[in-house]
Antibody
Framework: QVQLQESGPGLVKPSGTLSLTCAVS?????????WSWVRQPPGKGLEWIGE???????NYNPSLKSRVTISVDKSKNQFSLKLSSVTAADTAVYYC?????????????WGQGTLVTVSS | SSELTQDPAVSVALGQTVRITCQGD??????ASWYQQKPGQAPVLVIY???NRPSGIPDRFSGSSSGNTASLTITGAQAEDEADYYC???????????FGGGTKLTVL
């Protein structure tokens, strides 16, 4: 079964760039699925950040679009997130997830999540 | 602000039935999916599509939809169902995904 694992620095300085990677195991990132990033600030709800297809096609949350880049590395079976010009408001647990289906779309499975703190 | 609206909190007596709702114009065109999240854990898919449960999800969880409202129903709520529940679907453009604000379910 497919498993996802996020990795990256847990601390990023204000105005810097947050960089995370999601490693996919148990399946191919080139399968017919989109791959997403979702975040959750402490004590708050879930926010969809964006998604990527193995072809490189992307869709981003309009509220974050100017700062977000999601890329895919098929050779390593992983995809990545970059969020630029971060502030304390970007402190959150960041999850990666596979999107399945079209008409009955859903996120499954999810990675365990990684906490990124923006602080000097 | 979210394009999907959920009640912030709902409570249910142990063994009773509870409905958690999600409202949004995009739900007239797209199905919602539902996620359960317990403290310190990643969300888990519980319902998707018209009314589909992933393997391992108890059959007391069910989904339905009418007009601009999607619902998650727990029939015979158990103590372990106490959690935050989030709906997800597409936004009005159909291009982007969006989550509801979440509903905290308390089992009394």
């Amino acid at each position: 079964q497919v498993q996802l694992q996020e990795s990256g620095p847990g601390l990023v300085k204000p105005s810097g760039t947050l960089s995370l990677t999601c490693a996919v195991s148990g399946g191919s990132i080139s399968s017919s699925n989109w791959w997403s990033w979702v975040r959750q600030p402490p004590g708050k709800g879930l926010e969809w950040i964006g998604e990527i297809y193995h072809s490189g096609s992307t869709n981003y949350n309009p509220s974050l679009k100017s700062r977000v880049t999601i890329s895919v590395d098929k050779s390593k079976n992983q995809f990545s997130l970059k969020l630029s010009s971060v502030t304390a408001a970007d402190t959150a647990v960041y999850y990666c997830a596979r999107e399945q289906g079209i008409a009955a779309a859903r996120f499954d499975p999810w990675g365990q999540g990684t906490l990124v703190t923006v602080s000097s | 602000s979210s394009e999907l609206t959920q009640d912030p909190a709902v409570s249910v007596a142990l063994g009773q039935t509870v409905r958690i709702t999600c409202q949004g114009d995009s739900l007239r065109s797209y199905y919602a999916s539902w996620y359960q999240q317990k403290p310190g854990q990643a969300p888990v898919l519980v319902i998707y599509g018209k009314n589909n449960r992933p393997s391992g999800i108890p059959d007391r969880f069910s989904g339905s939809s009418s007009g601009n409202t999607a619902s998650l129903t727990i029939t015979g709520a158990q103590a372990e169902d106490e959690a935050d529940y989030y709906c997800n679907s597409r936004d009005s453009s159909g291009t982007h995904r969006v989550f509801g604000g979440g509903t905290k379910l308390t089992v009394l």
